[in-house]
T-cell receptor, first 112, second 114 residues
């Protein structure tokens, strides 16, 4: 158990819909990262938050947004969903500084 | 921009045999390098990391990796694999400080033959 909790574990929705994925980082970790894993693209870094502030942005679509709340949990919002958004979305956390990322078990999104 | 190449998509190894998974990176400065393992239905778990110092690093589960700057490589090794090592292995490079996320390779799927 990494200590990172992601909900929901599975989500099935239709094109055009909006979903929210939630992540609770390990106790004490200030940084939260979101990654998208798909068969064709592999693991893609989406966005990082540190103590409530956006720290770095990767290959995140404009239809996607995220935030980190004062209690340090984070949410990834995916809107106007397309079939190609079907993927496994991982959240990871770390203490700021050179170190390892602790990954949650992921949220599998299926868009029909 | 940093990048990671794992040239082997699949590798099949007999149980008890040695293992080497290849990783090449591209990064302008001294990289922070990582190997992660992903078991089916699970998140990624860190096996080992290299920041500086000794170029041969030891990790969990009997894995080790060697950083070779001249070859821009960070290959993962294990002297004797177990059936439980069957998983997806990812090499990653980071800019350090945990910032900007890690850039992952496409992964190598390890199959263990009995």
């Amino acid at each position: 158990d990494s200590g990172v909790t992601q909900t929901p574990k599975h989500l099935i929705t239709a094109t055009g819909q909006r979903v929210t994925l939630r992540c609770s980082p390990r106790s004490g970790d200030l940084s939260v990262y979101w990654y998208q894993q798909s068969l064709d693209q592999g693991l893609q870094f989406l966005i990082q938050y540190y103590n409530g502030e956006e720290r770095a942005k990767g290959n995140i679509l404009e239809r996607f947004s995220a935030q980190q709340f004062p209690d340090l949990h984070s949410e990834l919002n995916l809107s106007s969903l397309e079939l190609g958004d079907s993927a496994l979305y991982f959240c990871a956390s770390s203490m700021f500084g050179p170190g390892e990322l602790f990954f949650g078990e992921g949220s599998r999104l299926t868009v029909l | 921009a940093q990048s990671v190449t794992q040239p082997d998509i699949h590798i099949t190894v007999s149980e008890g045999a040695s293992l080497e998974l290849r990783c090449n990176y591209s990064y302008g400065a001294t990289p922070y390098l990582f190997w992660y393992v992903q078991s089916p239905g699970q998140g990624l778990q860190l096996l080992l990391k290299y920041f500086s110092g000794d170029t041969l690093v030891q990790g969990i589960k009997g894995f080790e990796a060697e950083f070779k700057r001249s070859q821009s490589s960070f290959n993962l090794r294990k002297p004797s694999v177990h059936w439980s090592d069957a998983a997806e292995y990812f090499c990653a490079v980071g800019a350090g400080g945990g910032a900007d996320g890690l850039t992952f390779g496409k992964g190598t799927h390890l199959i263990i033959q009995p």
